[in-house]
């Protein structure tokens, strides 16, 4: 089943510790995404990828890190987390060119709080 | 990026014919408009594209006229599960994928 996941789907976690939010594509996508999601504030992109090696800012970087060292993963890492951190975040990816290149697969979503 | 306006919700009941407009003065050539629906604690999920006049498909349709400065998602005979919040997207297929969902509208549909 063509899909996107994302590890774990929900997390507890205190302020400065470390943490990785993992995603996973099997549909050979170049393009992926991350974004956070706030009540009032719609979704907001992170990072994005156009391929592997290839990645770049989107509107809300700051305190995020990501890699793509291969072309079906793309992870989310907060080095030093923080409260304001605390978010429903969503990994999408989608192919690169053609028509339906706008049309990015979201996984299913992972709930963090940072206490 | 072109940035796109929407109401912030509407309301309808089962059975009827929604219209949902989003206006993007500023599009650009090569860009393409693109609707998601997302339901809650979910990610969004892709409903239709369209570069210009009217697209169809199984669940929508679009309409996008001439000056493509708005575009219009159709949704028809709308059940209680269509009780979501959609967004439009305007982007290039090309280039960087910097992407931009606005607040997107909440649709309530009742019984």
């Known amino acids: 089943e063509a899909q996107v996941t994302q590890n774990p789907r929900y997390l507890i976690t205190v302020t400065g510790k470390k943490l990785t939010v993992t995603c996973s594509q099997n549909?050979?996508?170049?393009?992926m995404s991350w974004y956070r999601q706030d009540p009032g504030l719609g979704l907001r992109q992170i990072y994005y990828s156009m391929n592997v090696e290839v990645t770049d800012k989107g509107d809300v970087p700051e305190g995020y890190k990501v890699s793509r060292k291969e072309k079906r993963n793309f992870p989310l890492i907060l080095e030093s987390p923080s409260p304001n951190q605390t978010s429903l975040y969503f990994c999408?990816?989608?192919?690169?060119?053609?028509?339906?290149?706008?049309?990015?697969?979201f996984g299913p979503g992972t709930r963090l709080t940072v206490l | 990026l072109a940035k796109t306006t929407q109401p912030i919700s509407m309301d309808s009941y089962e059975g009827q014919e929604v219209n949902i407009t989003c206006s993007h003065n500023n599009i650009a050539t090569n860009d393409y408009i693109t609707w998601y629906q997302q339901f809650p604690s979910q990610g969004p999920r892709f409903i239709i594209q369209g570069y210009k006049t009217k697209v169809t498909n199984e669940v929508a349709s679009l309409f996008i006229p001439a000056d493509r400065k708005s575009s219009t998602l159709s949704l028809p005979r709308v059940s209680l599960s269509d009780t979501a919040v959609y967004y439009c997207?305007?982007?290039?297929?090309?280039?960087?994928?910097?992407?931009?969902f606005g607040a997107g509208t909440r649709l309530f549909v009742k019984a």
């Open positions: 549909m050979n996508h170049e393009y």
């Open positions: 999408a990816s989608s192919l690169s060119a053609g028509v339906r290149s706008n049309e990015q697969f």
């Open positions: 997207l305007v982007g290039r297929n090309t280039g960087g994928f910097k992407t931009i």
